[in-house]
């Protein structure tokens, strides 16, 4: 089955910009998603590209993918306390069905 | 405004008991699914759904059960409690005829089996 990889803290201050990295194993993988958790929450979509496309930008946010070494990535600028939650890779086939969801990065946020 | 919603929110139960935790949706989504989240493992999937009447098992099914017996509920039983399913269980649904099909995620129940 797919295994997707993250590394399970980044602390950053408050200003700077934040990168949090997913490799995955599927090649096959059509949508990868970005979610986002906030404390005692539920998992929320913050973005997500197709595998056609290199990079996608949506304000402070900008997802990167590198098909040939299976690497996501998403870069968060100017990050606010706001901003600190625990974040999910998860590449996916599409359609609605079935993803498989990285181990999580928790992103602190310092003043 | 459509929702997903889990109960109970909070569970203490024994070894050995039979608990089922509620999942019911109002979107009439078509895909319902099963998580559970520990630290250290994110989220592993239990048992999903495409459908009515259909019922798949994920990567950690064993001693989880689920029925669907009609769109708006997927009901995740656990058979027999066991110590090693103390953990927070996360329901989602989604749209397959959707354009990103995104995954709407409940606000989670925290098991605690003892």
């Known amino acids: 089955g797919e295994d997707v990889e993250q590394s399970l803290f980044l602390s950053v201050r408050e200003g700077d910009s934040s990168v949090i990295n997913c490799t995955y194993t599927d090649s096959s993988s059509t949508y990868l998603y970005w979610y986002k958790q906030e404390p005692g929450a539920g998992l929320q979509l913050l973005t997500y590209i197709f595998s056609n496309m290199d990079m996608k930008q949506d304000q402070r946010l900008t997802v990167l993918l590198n098909k040939k070494d299976k690497h996501l990535s998403l870069r968060i600028a100017d990050t606010q306390t706001g901003d600190s939650a625990i974040y999910f890779c998860a590449p996916g086939a599409g359609g609605g069905n079935k993803l498989t969801f990285g181990t999580g990065t928790q992103l602190k946020v310092e003043l | 405004d459509a929702e997903i919603t889990q109960s109970p929110r909070h569970k203490i139960t024994e070894t050995g008991r039979q608990v089922t935790l509620a999942c019911h949706q109002t979107w009439n989504h078509n895909n319902m699914f099963w998580y559970r989240q520990d630290l250290g493992h994110g989220l592993r999937l239990i048992h999903y759904?495409?459908?009515?009447?259909?019922?798949n098992k994920g990567e950690v099914s064993d001693g989880y059960s689920v029925s669907r017996s009609n769109t708006e509920d997927l009901p995740l039983t656990l058979e027999s409690a066991a110590s090693s399913q103390t953990s927070v269980y996360f329901c989602a649904s989604s749209d397959p005829s959707g354009t990103s099909y995104e995954q709407y995620f409940g606000p989670g129940t925290r098991l605690t089996v003892t």
């Open positions: 759904s495409y459908g009515v009447q259909d019922t």
